[in-house]
C-alpha cells in the first residue's frame, strides 16, 4: 500500500485495545490505564491513532471485514447458500435458535459494542478539551460520530425488529444505544428511539464534518500520507449523508432519505462507472468512483476469496443458480448478458466455477499476501457506493414524478451498460424494477437482506420451504443471552 498511515493502523490494533480493555460482559467497555488514555489525547497525532485504532476494529472479522458486510446477509438472503456448514447454515433459515447459529450472533455482538466503547473514549475526550486544541477537531469528532452511529444502525438491523414490525413488544425493546464509556450499564431502548439517536449523531457528525466539501475530490488516487488525505476510507461528510439517506429509506420516510442522497449525488464528488471501468475491473478493492466511504481492510480481500472461491471452508457461499438470469437483458447492446455486471462480476477461479469473482482479487487465488498488491485502489470492503443513492432517489419519486424517477434509475441502468427503461417502458419504472437492480447491484456486499426486511419479503428456503416474511422473528437475529435476559436497566 501507498505511504498513508497505515502502519499506524496495524500498531493501534495491539495498543489500543492494551488501553481500551473492556470487562467480560459485552456491553461493559471500560477505562483502563487512566494515564496512557490521557497522554493519547494530547496531541493531534494520538487522537489520529485513537481514530485508526477504532478503523482497525471495525474491519475486523466480526464486524464489516467479514460477519456484517457480507458473511450474516449473503447467507440470510438466500443470494448465495451456505456450504461449510455449522451455525452460517442454520442462520441462512433464520433457524437463530441453533446454538452455532447464536454463537456467530454472539460474536458480533460482542466485537460491535467492544468497538463503540472505544469509539465514545474518543468522543468523551474530545468533549473535554477545548475545539482549539487540534486543527482537525471537527473531522476527529465527526468520524467518531458517524462512526458510533453506522455501527448501532447496523446491529439494530440485524438484531431487532424492523420499525414497522408488527410484533409491538420486540418493537419496545430493540437494543442498547451506548453513548459513554464507562461503567454504566446502558438501557435497552425502543426501535424508534435507537432511530432518533443514530439520526442526531449523524446530523451532529454533518456539520462537523463540513470541510470534506473541500477535502473530497471527485478524481481520487491511493496516494496520501496525512488523516486529511484519501477520505474516503474515512467517515466522510458525504459518508454521513449517504448513512442518513439509508437510514431514512430503512424507516421508509422517503421524503427524507431523498434529501441526503440529492446532496450526496449534487456533490458531483462519485461518478459512476463507465463501459471501461467494467473492462479494468478490479476485484476485492474500494471503487475509487463509486464508494463514498469504504474501510482500508488489507485481510478482506482474502476473507472474500475463502468465502466466495475457495473449495471446502468452513464458511463458503456458493452462488444462487438462479443468478445469471438475473442480469439477463434481452434488450441491451447485445442479444443475451448485455448488463455489464454479468461478465465483469462473475466467471471461474482456480477452484470453482462459476463464482462471484466481483469479491475476489486474482492474487489470492494463488495465496499470495496483500502486501503485493500494486493497483490503483485500496484493499478493502466497500460499505456504501453510489448507485444506493440514485435508486433510493427512484423510490422516493416512484409515484410523486414517475418521469423523474425513471430518470435516476437510468443514470445506474446505462452505466451498466442496459437500455434505458425510458426507452423501452411506457409510464416509467415500478417499485419491482428497483427491487430486482438493487439485487443485482448489490450481489455479494450485504445489502439484500435487509431491503427484504423492511419489505417483508418471503424467504424462498426451497421449493416446499418459504419463511413468512410477515413473521419478525423470520428478519431477527438473537440478542446474546446474558443481555436478553435484563429486563431493566436504569
Excluded at 27 to 53: C, Q
Excluded at 108 to 129: C, D, F, H, P
Excluded at 277 to 286: A, I, M
Excluded at 464 to 474: A, E, I, T, W, Y
Aim: hydrophobic share 35%; with cysteine.
Amino acid at each position: 500500500m501507498k505511504t498513508i498511515k497505515y502502519i499506524k493502523l496495524l500498531l493501534c490494533a495491539t495498543v489500543l485495545p492494551l488501553l481500551l480493555a473492556s470487562c467480560a460482559n459485552f456491553l461493559d467497555v471500560n477505562p483502563k490505564a487512566e494515564v496512557l488514555d490521557k497522554d493519547l489525547f494530547e496531541t493531534d497525532e494520538g487522537v489520529e491513532d485513537a481514530l485508526y485504532g477504532v478503523y482497525t476494529t471495525y474491519r475486523s472479522n466480526e464486524i464489516y471485514g467479514k460477519y456484517i458486510s457480507i458473511l450474516y446477509p449473503e447467507a440470510m438472503s438466500l443470494n448465495f447458500s451456505a456450504k461449510g456448514g455449522g451455525g452460517l447454515d442454520y442462520l441462512a433459515h433464520a433457524d437463530f435458535e441453533n446454538a452455532s447459529a447464536r454463537s456467530l450472533c454472539n460474536a458480533t455482538w460482542k466485537k460491535s459494542y467492544q468497538a463503540i466503547g472505544y469509539v465514545n473514549n474518543i468522543i468523551q475526550n474530545l468533549e473535554a478539551i477545548s475545539p482549539t486544541k487540534f486543527r482537525y477537531y471537527n473531522l476527529y469528532k465527526g468520524e467518531a460520530l458517524g462512526l458510533r452511529a453506522m455501527l448501532h444502525f447496523d446491529l439494530l438491523r440485524l438484531f431487532a425488529v424492523d420499525y414497522n414490525a408488527n410484533d409491538r413488544e420486540a418493537w419496545n425493546k430493540a437494543i442498547p444505544y451506548v453513548t459513554r464509556y464507562s461503567y454504566d450499564i446502558t438501557p435497552f431502548y425502543t426501535v424508534g428511539e435507537v432511530y432518533n439517536k443514530v439520526i442526531k449523531d449523524l446530523k451532529d457528525a454533518e456539520v462537523c464534518l463540513e470541510e470534506d466539501r473541500q477535502l473530497v475530490q471527485a478524481e481520487r488516487t491511493n496516494i496520501g500520507s496525512s488523516f486529511t488525505d484519501c477520505r474516503v476510507i474515512h467517515m466522510n461528510l458525504y459518508a454521513v449523508q449517504a448513512l442518513l439517506a439509508r437510514v431514512y429509506w430503512m424507516k421508509q420516510d422517503m421524503d427524507s432519505a431523498a434529501i441526503y442522497a440529492k446532496k450526496v449525488i449534487d456533490s458531483q464528488k462519485f461518478p459512476l462507472m463507465t463501459s471501461s471501468d467494467f473492462v479494468q475491473f478490479e476485484r476485492g478493492v474500494l471503487n475509487m468512483k463509486e464508494t463514498i466511504f469504504g474501510l482500508y481492510a488489507p485481510t478482506y480481500a482474502s476473507n472474500c476469496y475463502s468465502i466466495f472461491g475457495k473449495t471446502g471452508s468452513t464458511d463458503m457461499l456458493t452462488l444462487n443458480p438462479d443468478y445469471e438470469n438475473w442480469y439477463s437483458d434481452t434488450q441491451g447492446p447485445t442479444p443475451e448478458g448485455s448488463d455489464l455486471r454479468l461478465s465483469a462480476w462473475f466467471g471461474s477461479t482456480l477452484e470453482v466455477s462459476p463464482a462471484c469473482v466481483k469479491m475476489i482479487n486474482s492474487m489470492f487465488d494463488s495465496g499470495s499476501t496483500d502486501s503485493q498488491y500494486s493497483g490503483d485502489s485500496y484493499l478493502g470492503v466497500s460499505l456504501i457506493r453510489v448507485p444506493e443513492m440514485y435508486y433510493i432517489m427512484a423510490e422516493a419519486l416512484l409515484e410523486k414524478d414517475p418521469q423523474q424517477a425513471t430518470a435516476y434509475f437510468d443514470k445506474v441502468i446505462e452505466s451498466r451498460g442496459m437500455v434505458k427503461f425510458a426507452d423501452r417502458v411506457e409510464g416509467g419504472i415500478t417499485a419491482d424494477d428497483i427491487y430486482i437492480e438493487r439485487r443485482k447491484e448489490f450481489y455479494g456486499e450485504g445489502q439484500q437482506w435487509f431491503n427484504m426486511k423492511r419489505l417483508k419479503k418471503d424467504i424462498q428456503i426451497s421449493e416446499s420451504n418459504v419463511l413468512d416474511g410477515r413473521l419478525d422473528k423470520n428478519y431477527k437475529m438473537l440478542i446474546p443471552n446474558d443481555e436478553d435476559l435484563r429486563d431493566n436497566y436504569e
